[in-house]
């Protein structure tokens, strides 16, 4: 059974000329009609894709024109029905964030890799960090601090050197970035309905921004977060190269 395809591209050069050449291969039904989105760019693009076609209820199938393509799935522009009617769904669930500000403003917005605080000036940020109402890290001095999907575990968490979570593990990383007191402290495991709170410490001296994927907020003072089970995207993945698959294999790279 052919799929109802719709083809979206970053603005990468690579990205458009591969656009035009799946466009002269296959249907493009528009984005209320499709079935199926097909994605073509990296792994940033990926992300802007599912927060574009959230709630939507369509599986989005990414192809790798991008650096990393840790969500991908390799280019090739024949072959693509086959290759969906074969693909290995994975399930994914968002982190909500409320993020407020020093003059009172509050926004909220969605994570499918990571919610990260980060410092943005010279001075090391001081960050308090209440899990369920109970304050676990009573002040950290850090550059910043991060919590992570399962499916975003593989991205900035792990170059903060966080661990790697298997995509259906009911978890989330919480990750210190360049903790400098307590020293010891690298992180921990959260279960995934676990609420937490992060109060930033002498604000005015120390500004902190609030990164949702890729939407900032800066000048933070609290920053609340919490996975919602009630948002769900499914990504495709070519067989024999699940999300599942990639995780476990990341952690054997050398």
């Keep these: 059974m052919a799929h109802a395809l719709h083809f979206v591209a970053s603005s990468a050069p690579d990205a458009r000329a591969a656009l035009a050449t799946m466009l002269q291969t296959y249907h493009d039904v528009g984005p209320e009609e499709a079935d199926v989105v097909v994605a073509l760019g990296g ?25 990393v393509g840790f969500l991908m799935n390799e280019y090739a522009d024949t072959g693509l029905e086959e290759r969906l009617a074969a693909a290995e769904p994975a399930q994914i669930h968002p982190l909500c964030m409320k993020a407020t500000t020093g003059n009172g403003e509050s926004y909220d ?23 369920d109402g109970k304050p676990r890290i009573r002040e950290l001095i850090c550059d910043g601090v991060l919590i992570s999907t399962p499916a975003g575990s593989t991205a900035y968490n792990l ?16 990750t210190p970035i360049s903790a400098f007191r307590p020293r010891r402290w690298h992180g921990a495991l959260l279960p995934h309905r676990a609420k937490t709170r992060f109060e930033i410490l002498e604000p005015e001296k120390r500004k902190v921004s609030a990164v949702a994927d890729d939407f900032e907020v800066r000048d933070v003072i609290s920053v609340d977060v919490a996975e919602d ?13 699940s999300l599942d698959e990639r995780i476990l294999a990341e952690q054997f790279i050398d």
């Design 43 to 67: 792994d940033g693009f990926m992300l802007q894709t599912l927060h574009k076609f959230l709630g939507q209820g369509k599986p989005i199938y990414g192809m790798n024109l991008g650096s």
């Design 229 to 241: 089970r009630t948002i769900a995207m499914t990504m495709l993945f070519d067989a024999g190269h």
């Design 159 to 174: 170059s903060a050197h966080g661990p790697i979570l298997p995509i259906d593990a009911a978890l989330l990383a919480l």
């Design 109 to 131: 917005a969605i994570a499918f890799n990571e919610v990260s605080l980060l410092r943005q000036t010279q001075q090391a940020a001081k960050i308090r960090i209440i899990v």
